[in-house]
């Protein structure tokens, strides 16, 4: 299965990035995410794939499809690239990944020495809705603004007359 996930997101990630169809793009975004969810299941991270699956492939793709849909063509393709554009973004993928693989070849990764604690679901629940110190209530709704934010300002500026 860990194959066929990450086959998945491979093929599903160059073709979002390749397609010239902005809907197909999103469609090809959704399949990554399901399967970045489908890892977790499979690490038995149950918590990290339910958030995956609702936050991100329920809810993001369904804003950038709902955005697609307001502001553009469905018909319409996008301009091919320019050679210096692909250039560019192959060098820039080139450089991206061999500092990740320098990164993770010279980071050690240590053995714990304590065991790790354990947390429930109350007190996940907990830190998620309380505003304390270590709470993520208000980084939510910070980034629930930011994005409200954009995704307004991007359907202006996609729908700005060109007169």
């Known amino acids: 299965m860990f194959f066929i996930f990450s086959a998945v997101i491979v093929i599903f990630s160059v073709?979002?990035?390749t397609?010239?169809?902005i809907l197909r793009a999103?469609?090809?975004l959704l399949f990554v995410l399901v399967s970045t969810a489908g890892l977790y299941f499979m690490l038995r991270f149950n918590f990290l794939a339910a958030i995956q699956l609702t936050l991100y492939a329920g809810g993001?793709?369904?804003l950038i499809i709902f955005s697609i849909l307001l502001t553009s063509q469905l018909a319409e393709k996008l301009d091919r690239p320019a050679l210096s554009k692909k250039v560019f973004a192959g060098v820039a993928a080139a450089v991206?990944?061999?500092l990740c693989i320098m990164a993770i070849l010279q980071f050690r990764f240590p053995v714990a020495t304590q065991p790790a604690t354990s947390t429930n679901v109350n007190e996940i629940g907990l830190?998620?809705?309380s505003t304390e110190k270590y709470g993520y209530s208000l980084?939510?709704?910070v980034i629930s603004i930011l994005l409200l934010a954009a995704m307004i300002g991007s359907i202006?500026?996609?729908k700005k007359r060109k007169d």
């Open 26 to 28: 999103a469609t090809y």
């Open 15 to 17: 073709l979002t990035v």
């Open 60 to 62: 993001i793709v369904v």
């Open 127 to 129: 830190a998620l809705v």
């Open 96 to 98: 991206g990944a061999i």
């Open 139 to 141: 980084p939510f709704e």
């Open 156 to 158: 202006i500026v996609a």
């Open 19 to 21: 397609t010239r169809l």
